[in-house]
């Protein structure tokens, strides 16, 4: 172990500390003492101001750039803080009160779970014995038909994942490879037990019971955003937006329905998205649009995504890391898909009638993970 003074600089920005503090073997920029370089130690550095050891700032800088080891390559870090969730600008009630929520620092998916990654787990779950299919549907073994997961038909235009002779793969439409295209048809049930599965295959704890559907939020696996969270990250920093870039919206920004009725949606084009309306379902392949604040793709349109959260009434009463009614009878979405329009597709915009066993062309989901 040793000690010193430092100095440190982040990227463009000059940020120094001064002080004594010591480091075991773990990375010189880490500050916290857990052996991570990550946002903790940026905000132990914005408290200390400030000195002059420019060897340091470039040490710190080259850490500082360098991934996370315990982060998987398509997850980002939402750093915890407060906002104000909800919104009064478009006359949607269960979007009120505005009220002020808390959140803990957790991972999100970059991306909606693609075809590809559902397949995966699908040809997965079955060599396990976990799932079966009837007539098309994916159901949880030896649950008969009251847990479906998604449908993989190929009489139902709506399927992107087709099953033949015990194989589950993804469909080619209209010659396009819809690999990398957000997973759809797939319900709430299908959602949490990919999350189950997808913690198995890193090594990380279960956070969902199949029996009961309920979420251990003290294990550090992969589950579903509260609604709380979907919001907090949707909005990337910004407050009192309705999109998470702004107010406006077009078909450069977000796959959706664009229509002339509401004056914030001010894209060019109508209709569905002129590049996307070839193959149906209208989804795009993830990441087609630019990133958002936290450095997440297709907050707004593409697929409608999956919550933890039961459907219930804001309180206006401030929340830390809510999680919703403990029962209901429908599953939160989030963020509206393909078939939206720009009104859907606020970030504050609340989908509160679909049941968890529901699925649709304009479903999907993404994915976070605790640590």
């Given at each position: 172990?040793?000690?010193?003074?430092?100095?440190?600089?982040?990227?463009?920005?000059?940020?120094?500390?001064s002080g004594?503090?010591?480091?075991?073997?773990?990375?010189?920029?880490?500050?916290?003492?857990?052996?991570?370089?990550?946002?903790?130690?940026?905000?132990?550095?914005?408290?200390?101001?400030?000195?002059?050891?420019?060897?340091?700032?470039g040490?710190?800088?080259a850490?500082?750039?360098?991934?996370?080891?315990?982060?998987?390559?398509?997850?980002?870090?939402?750093?915890?803080?407060?906002?104000?969730?909800?919104?009064?600008?478009?006359?949607s009630?269960?979007?009120?009160?505005?009220?002020?929520?808390?959140v803990?620092?957790?991972?999100m998916?970059?991306?909606?779970?693609?075809?590809?990654?559902y397949?995966?787990?699908?040809?997965?779950?079955?060599?396990?014995?976990?799932?079966?299919?009837?007539?098309?549907v994916?159901?949880?073994?030896?649950s008969?038909?009251?847990y479906?997961?998604?449908?993989?038909?190929?009489?139902?235009?709506?399927?992107?994942?087709?099953?033949?002779?015990?194989?589950?793969?993804?469909r080619?439409?209209?010659?396009?490879?819809?690999?990398?295209?957000?997973?759809?048809?797939?319900?709430?049930?299908?959602?949490?037990?990919?999350?189950?599965?997808?913690?198995?295959?890193?090594?990380?704890?279960?956070?969902y019971?199949?029996?009961?559907?309920?979420?251990?939020?003290s294990k550090?696996?992969?589950?579903?955003?509260?609604e709380?969270?979907?919001?907090?990250?949707?909005?990337?920093?910004l407050?009192?937006?309705r999109?998470?870039w702004?107010?406006?919206?077009?078909?450069s920004?977000?796959?959706?329905?664009?229509d002339?009725y509401?004056?914030?949606d001010?894209?060019?084009?109508?209709?569905?998205?002129?590049?996307?309306d070839?193959?149906?379902?209208y989804?795009?392949?993830?990441?087609?649009?630019?990133v958002?604040?936290?450095?997440?793709y297709?907050?707004?349109?593409?697929?409608w995504?999956?919550?933890?959260?039961w459907?219930?009434?804001?309180?206006?009463?401030?929340?830390?890391?809510?999680r919703?009614?403990?029962?209901?009878?429908?599953?939160?979405?989030?963020?509206?898909?393909?078939l939206?329009?720009?009104y859907h597709c606020?970030?504050?915009y609340?989908?509160?009638?679909?049941?968890?066993?529901?699925?649709?062309?304009n479903?999907g989901?993404?994915?976070v993970?605790?640590?």
């Amino acid at each position: 172990m040793w000690c010193k003074t430092s100095s440190i600089l982040i990227s463009f920005v000059v940020i120094a500390i001064s002080g004594n503090f010591c480091l075991a073997a773990c990375p010189s920029a880490d500050l916290t003492g857990d052996c991570f370089v990550d946002f903790n130690d940026f905000a132990l550095l914005a408290i200390e101001w400030p000195a002059t050891d420019y060897n340091d700032l470039g040490l710190l800088a080259a850490q500082w750039l360098a991934p996370d080891p315990r982060l998987p390559d398509d997850m980002v870090f939402i750093p915890g803080g407060t906002f104000a969730m909800g919104d009064n600008l478009d006359g949607s009630s269960s979007a009120l009160p505005v009220h002020t929520v808390t959140v803990d620092s957790f991972y999100m998916g970059r991306y909606e779970v693609t075809n590809q990654q559902y397949c995966d787990y699908l040809n997965s779950a079955k060599s396990q014995g976990l799932i079966t299919v009837t007539t098309g549907v994916v159901y949880k073994a030896a649950s008969g038909t009251s847990y479906p997961y998604c449908d993989t038909s190929t009489s139902n235009s709506s399927t992107q994942i087709t099953y033949s002779a015990g194989v589950f793969s993804v469909r080619t439409k209209s010659g396009r490879d819809m690999s990398d295209d957000p997973m759809v048809m797939v319900s709430w049930y299908g959602a949490a037990a990919y999350c189950n599965w997808r913690s198995q295959q890193d090594g990380k704890e279960l956070c969902y019971n199949l029996s009961t559907w309920n979420c251990d939020f003290s294990k550090k696996g992969y589950r579903l955003a509260t609604e709380a969270e979907w919001e907090y990250a949707a909005r990337g920093g910004l407050s009192g937006r309705r999109f998470p870039w702004g107010d406006t919206i077009t078909h450069s920004q977000a796959n959706y329905y664009s229509d002339s009725y509401y004056s914030y949606d001010i894209s060019p084009t109508r209709g569905f998205h002129p590049v996307w309306d070839d193959v149906y379902p209208y989804t795009s392949p993830v990441g087609s649009f630019p990133v958002t604040g936290y450095g997440l793709y297709d907050m707004a349109g593409n697929v409608w995504e999956w919550c933890y959260d039961w459907y219930g009434t804001y309180s206006s009463s401030p929340q830390t890391n809510p999680r919703g009614p403990t029962t209901g009878t429908y599953r939160v979405l989030r963020g509206g898909g393909w078939l939206s329009d720009a009104y859907h597709c606020r970030v504050a915009y609340r989908g509160d009638i679909f049941w968890p066993g529901g699925r649709d062309p304009n479903y999907g989901f993404r994915v976070v993970l605790d640590f």
